[in-house]
């Protein structure tokens, strides 16, 4: 089993800077995606941003340039420093997990709220 535990959302102002942070444990070395989804009101769930075992990285259109997303060296943890935030990334951010297994499965946080409003 894998968990997930998110961390880091809160409250900004237009143009300000978060770093959510969610910390996997239990069989970990199974997990070979992590990443973040987002979801607002009356929106369907998004991809974000996600992290390969292997390094390779992809993020939303909206992120690019403003979004980053990374590991720790044991790859039990993945950050995402979302930088230049705008009223239209308020949402709620899950972690993801994607785990091998007979099926693979998924894996996911409790989620954490980010609003950007002044």
């Known amino acids: 089993q894998v968990q997930l535990v998110e961390s880091g959302g809160g409250l900004v102002q237009p143009g300000g800077s978060l770093r959510l942070s969610c910390a996997a444990s239990g069989s970990i070395s199974r997990i070979y995606i992590m990443g973040w989804y987002r979801q607002a009101p009356g929106n369907q769930r998004e991809l974000v941003a996600t992290?390969?075992?292997?390094?390779?990285?992809n993020y939303v259109d909206s992120g690019k340039g403003r979004f980053t997303i990374s590991t720790n060296s044991a790859k039990n943890t993945v950050y995402l420093q979302m930088n230049s935030l705008k009223p239209e990334d308020t949402a709620v951010y899950y972690c993801n997990a994607e785990v091998k297994g007979d099926p693979d499965f998924s894996v996911w946080g409790q989620g954490t709220q980010v609003t950007v409003s002044s």
């Open positions: 992290i390969t075992s292997g390094g390779r990285i």
